[in-house]
């Protein structure tokens, strides 16, 4: 019996320096393809990193923070000869105009946007600007 009890001992200091370690984080249970683990482990010996985890941590961030930095684009759903009046307008004054600012800025969508300057082209309304 003196043999259990000295396990239950350690077993209980491991846990609870775990527990003290890892207060403030949480373990995800997860399931990860064998080749993505292999890629990972790659990874972890050409850069450095002291684990998967400490990889798969700076990866989260990482991904986190390009997230939070995107902007969401509620787009219009309005008629095509709408939106051709719109980016016509959009346009005037402007020396240099992007498609996808004139789409974010006007709410259109995107292939919407296209359509319609390459319609322009078409016309010659438009011209390239070097």
């Known amino acids: 019996m003196k043999t259990n009890l000295y396990i239950l001992v350690i077993h209980k200091y491991v846990c609870d320096t775990m527990e003290a370690k890892t207060k403030d984080m949480f373990l995800p249970p997860t399931r990860i393809d064998t080749k993505l ?6 990874l972890v010996k050409r850069f450095g990193y002291s684990s998967r985890s400490e990889l798969v941590r700076e990866a989260i961030v ?4 390009e997230l939070k930095g995107m902007e969401i684009v509620q787009v219009r759903d ?6 051709r009046k719109e980016i016509l307008e959009y ?3 402007k020396d240099r105009v992007y498609a996808s600012d004139m789409a974010d800025e006007l709410r259109l969508d995107l292939s919407l946007t296209f359509e319609i300057i390459d319609e322009l082209f078409k016309e010659d309304a438009l011209e390239v600007v070097p």
């Open 37 to 42: 683990i292999s890629e990972l482990d790659d």
């Open 62 to 65: 990482d991904k986190i923070s």
């Open 78 to 83: 309005i008629p095509k000869e709408e939106a």
């Open 91 to 93: 346009i005037k004054g």
